[in-house]
């Protein structure tokens, strides 16, 4: 009788060692995608909030002109949000890119327009038209 139940234990703590083993890797891909699209969702949000009361900078186009990209990063231990916004291109898209990814143009005028805002205190710390080289 005793080997019974031991026989019947051992399955029982097969299975569910098992069902961890195949069902947890699911779950936590399922669970980051989600956290992403959300954190997407949230970051596009905080755009929509900046962009809401942005001035755009003197002898540059409207910001629907531009495609705008835009990464976070932290400098100086400072959280940031950094944007370029360039005149060529499709206007009117947003681009969420990662650091390394932002376009990086060393002139251009008011054709091109970067923002450096500070995520904890919520303001612009510049924006800017870059140089004419």
Not at 28 to 49: F, G, P, R, T, V
Not at 107 to 118: R, T
């Amino acid at each position: 009788m005793k080997n019974n139940l031991d026989v019947r234990m051992f399955f029982r703590y097969a299975i569910l060692i098992a069902m961890c083993f195949f069902c947890a890797p699911m779950t936590l891909a399922n669970i980051k995608e989600s956290d992403k699209n959300q954190s997407q969702e949230m970051k596009l949000n905080l755009i929509k909030n900046i962009e809401a009361n942005l001035k755009m900078p003197k002898g540059s186009p409207d910001l629907q002109h531009y495609v705008r990209y835009y990464t976070w990063q932290v400098v100086n231990r400072k959280r940031l949000i950094i944007a370029v916004y360039n005149y060529e291109g499709s206007p009117g898209r947003i681009e969420l890119v990662q650091p390394d990814n932002l376009p990086y143009i060393e002139d251009g005028g008011c054709d091109v327009v970067e923002l450096n805002y500070s995520i904890k205190t919520k303001k612009i710390l510049s924006l800017l038209c870059h140089g004419v080289g």
